[in-house]
């Protein structure tokens, strides 16, 4: 394992932000453990109410022009990520405070004032149902060296914002892990797909190539640039490591018209191989953009660490 960190030169073409909303309760909410997993429609709403058709470039990204790109890549997600408090559930009652954070990458950290509208537009309309109304109490923003910047008022009130922006490459060094095997702990339930089948227990070689794939996506979409230009000796490294999760959990979501329900994977999986660190680069990142379905929203967010 390098103690020297290993990445693509063109992540220092990348950037992203992270702003942090703490929302003060105006009316009270039931908070299931799904409850926040579910605020797709009700941001989408939000959006169209204040953006107008505006707010489909940040929910709906255009498919690429370059052939190659979009056989490669498919329908891109959207530009951020909503990054949830772990297990949050309980009665949210008036003046509890829930807090999350969103990452915006590349050029989605420009529309930053756009998704303060939003929040707070959702603060009017609620939750879940029109339950859980509140009003944004404060907003801080995460600086390149780990510290967040409280905002005035004036931000509150939508005044155009400046994001801080933190370097991919900048971020990577001081997170790099200089040591194996890896703990990747996913907080909100990872739901892989694959040919139509859920993946309940998926081994890592199964894990690797989802994480990529969101990974160099999200890259190309919104900071223009193709970090990987041959997957295969990347796959062959995640075939070659050994790996075994533990505290497994499912946690079902939501239910779909069907009336089948919506779950995925919690846990932790244990990484070890010989060349681990020529990709860890990805572990990494996924740390910032979640991996499987419904990740924009909250779904399949992990933490990774060195073993002891």
């Given at each position: 394992?390098?103690?020297?960190?290993?990445?693509?030169?063109?992540?220092?073409?990348?950037?992203?932000?992270?702003?942090?909303?703490?929302?003060?309760?105006?009316?009270?909410?039931?908070?299931?453990?799904?409850?926040?997993?579910?605020?797709?429609?009700?941001?989408?709403?939000?959006?169209?109410?204040?953006?107008?058709?505006?707010?489909?470039?940040?929910?709906?990204?255009?498919?690429?022009?370059?052939?190659?790109?979009?056989?490669?890549?498919?329908?891109?997600?959207?530009?951020?990520?909503?990054?949830?408090?772990?297990?949050?559930?309980?009665e949210?009652?008036?003046?509890?405070?829930?807090?999350?954070?969103?990452?915006?990458?590349?050029?989605?950290?420009?529309?930053?004032?756009?998704?303060?509208?939003?929040?707070?537009q959702?603060?009017?309309?609620g939750?879940?149902?029109?339950?859980?109304?509140?009003?944004?109490?404060?907003?801080?923003?995460?600086?390149?060296?780990?510290?967040?910047?409280?905002?005035?008022?004036?931000?509150?009130?939508?005044?155009?914002?400046?994001?801080?922006?933190?370097?991919?490459?900048?971020?990577?060094?001081?997170?790099?892990?200089?040591?194996?095997?890896?703990?990747?702990e996913?907080?909100?339930?990872?739901?892989?797909?694959?040919?139509?089948?859920?993946?309940?227990r998926?081994?890592?070689?199964?894990?690797?190539?989802?994480?990529?794939?969101?990974?160099?996506?999200?890259?190309?979409?919104?900071?223009?640039?193709?970090?990987?230009?041959?997957?295969?000796?990347?796959?062959?490294?995640?075939?070659?490591?050994?790996?075994g999760?533990?505290?497994?959990?499912?946690?079902?979501?939501?239910?779909?018209?069907?009336?089948e329900?919506?779950?995925?994977?919690?846990?932790?999986?244990?990484?070890?191989?010989p060349?681990?660190?020529?990709?860890?680069?990805?572990?990494?990142?996924?740390?910032?953009?979640?991996?499987?379905k419904?990740?924009a929203?909250?779904?399949?967010?992990?933490?990774?660490?060195?073993?002891?």
């Amino acid at each position: 394992m390098s103690h020297y960190p290993v990445y693509p030169a063109c992540l220092s073409q990348g950037e992203f932000t992270v702003v942090a909303f703490a929302l003060d309760m105006l009316t009270g909410c039931r908070i299931e453990p799904g409850t926040l997993l579910c605020l797709r429609q009700p941001l989408r709403s939000a959006a169209a109410a204040v953006l107008g058709e505006c707010a489909l470039a940040l929910f709906d990204a255009p498919l690429s022009a370059d052939q190659w790109s979009l056989r490669r890549h498919q329908k891109p997600a959207p530009g951020f990520v909503l990054h949830l408090p772990r297990h949050k559930a309980g009665e949210m009652m008036e003046g509890d405070r829930l807090e999350f954070e969103f990452l915006l990458l590349g050029s989605t950290a420009q529309s930053i004032g756009d998704f303060v509208s939003i929040i707070r537009q959702l603060g009017t309309q609620g939750l879940a149902r029109g339950e859980g109304c509140f009003e944004i109490a404060e907003i801080r923003m995460l600086g390149p060296s780990g510290d967040w910047q409280r905002l005035g008022s004036a931000a509150l009130q939508g005044a155009d914002m400046t994001p801080r922006l933190i370097r991919l490459d900048h971020w990577l060094d001081d997170h790099w892990l200089p040591q194996v095997p890896v703990l990747i702990e996913f907080l909100t339930p990872l739901r892989l797909v694959t040919a139509g089948r859920v993946l309940r227990r998926p081994r890592f070689d199964q894990l690797f190539p989802f994480l990529l794939r969101r990974v160099t996506s999200m890259l190309h979409a919104y900071c223009a640039f193709e970090p990987v230009d041959d997957p295969a000796p990347l796959l062959k490294v995640a075939r070659n490591c050994h790996s075994g999760w533990s505290n497994i959990d499912w946690l079902d979501w939501r239910e779909t018209d069907r009336q089948e329900m919506v779950g995925g994977l919690l846990g932790t999986l244990r990484v070890d191989g010989p060349e681990l660190d020529a990709i860890l680069w990805v572990l990494l990142l996924s740390t910032l953009f979640g991996a499987g379905k419904g990740a924009a929203y909250g779904a399949g967010h992990c933490h990774l660490q060195a073993a002891e």
